[in-house]
């Protein structure tokens, strides 16, 4: 039990407090690297990226694991996107800041989702049962070039995008 939940209640609502996360944040931050601020959707998509951080390390603890360890860079990353967003209120260089950080937690969220989509899609798991064969790096490395283009376009458009009004 984890907050009361069954483990599999609980699976399913971190699960769909991801798929929120990263289908906000891919919503929001398209539209920032193209100069507009979606505040709204841009504040589900920090909102529910802090809550699957913070609910999967309520998950039964086994020793460290990767997951862990993308918890942890997670968390690290999202509190400088809080401090970017809310202390600094993304002006100036805090902007560039927010739009690197809101990258690469959607990033990391998109990582998990295909690491998931591996071990847990059996048409997917039969491609790549150990998650090093190449169908498995293939959608690693489009999901990573994705996000470098998101990063790069959304830092160049930081500086002729709107005032944010978080």
Known sequence: MVLGLS??????????ISLIAIATG????????????LGGIMQ???????ATTA???????NGFTPAIGTGIVS??????????????????GAR????VTATIS???????LVVQSFLKIPALHALAPLGKEPP????????????????????????????LAV
Do not use: E
């Not at 609910?55 to 603890?61: A, S, V």
């Not at 968390?75 to 100036?92: D, I, M, P, T």
């Open 55 to 61: 609910t999967g390390f309520l998950f039964p603890f």
């Open 96 to 99: 560039t800041v927010f739009a």
């Open 7 to 16: 483990l599999a209640t609980f699976t399913q609502l971190h699960t769909i």
């Open 136 to 163: 498995f790096m293939a959608a690693q490395g489009v999901v990573l070039l994705a996000a470098i283009a998101l990063g790069y376009f959304s830092v160049k458009a930081r500086r002729r995008g709107p005032v």
């Open 44 to 50: 589900v998509f920090v909102w529910t990226t802090v």
């Open 106 to 112: 959607l990033y990391l969220n998109l990582f998990v």
């Open 75 to 92: 968390s690290v990353v999202l509190v400088v996107l809080l401090f970017a967003l809310y202390q600094s209120k993304a002006q100036g």
């Open 26 to 37: 891919l919503i929001a931050l398209i539209a920032f690297a193209r100069g507009s601020w």
